[in-house]
């Protein structure tokens, strides 16, 4: 036989005992009481009274132990089921991990979306502040237009200068003949002059 285990004894002791109410001493008395009926000479109406003490001992002990073995057997179910609860609370706990950490997640989600909206919202307003593309189209065209006059002016400009340049080269060269005529003309009426005194003289 295997060595006995101590839940064995204290189970047989339970059994035995019931709820701690003396069984184990009523079983030693019940058996002390059938060996001495056993061994007793006396009266035949002596050993049924005997007989009829130890049937009501022996159904007390065999009720105690059937009210302890109902007790064990609620105890059974009752450990078994403080584990189907403690298996459901580990679940739930388990469960509540998954669901916190999903909501960290969606924590961090909403975090950066809100963010995002955030950065959204601000390049929005630093749209706003500028035209849309067809009013700088507008305006781009406005200021192509405006371009184009300005070189057509400064064209003119340009043209008006060059000939301006001319005619004020054709002058100075006018004026330089004009000049050169007069200082012609002025030597050539010096010279008309001192060959006239000479003839003067002579008369």
Known sequence: MGA????????KRLLIDGDGAGDDRRINVLLKSFIKWCNSPGTPEEGFTQY???????????FSMGKTLMVYDMN???MENYEKIYSNIEQNIMSA?????????????????????QEYDALAKVIQQHPDRHETLKQLEALDKELQQLSHIKENVDAKLELRKKQFHVLLTTIQ??????????????????????????E
């Open 4 to 11: 006995v285990t101590d839940d064995e004894v204290i189970r």
């Open 52 to 62: 009829q003490r130890m049937v009501g001992t022996l159904a007390q002990c065999e």
């Open 76 to 78: 059974l179910r009752e």
């Open 97 to 117: 991990h998954e669901k916190i950490a999903e909501c960290k997640k969606e924590i961090q989600r909403a975090k950066r979306i809100r963010k995002n909206r």
């Open 177 to 202: 003949e004009l000049q050169q005529t007069l200082e012609n003309d002025e030597k050539s009426d010096n010279d008309d002059n001192s060959q006239e005194s000479p003839a003067e003289n002579g």
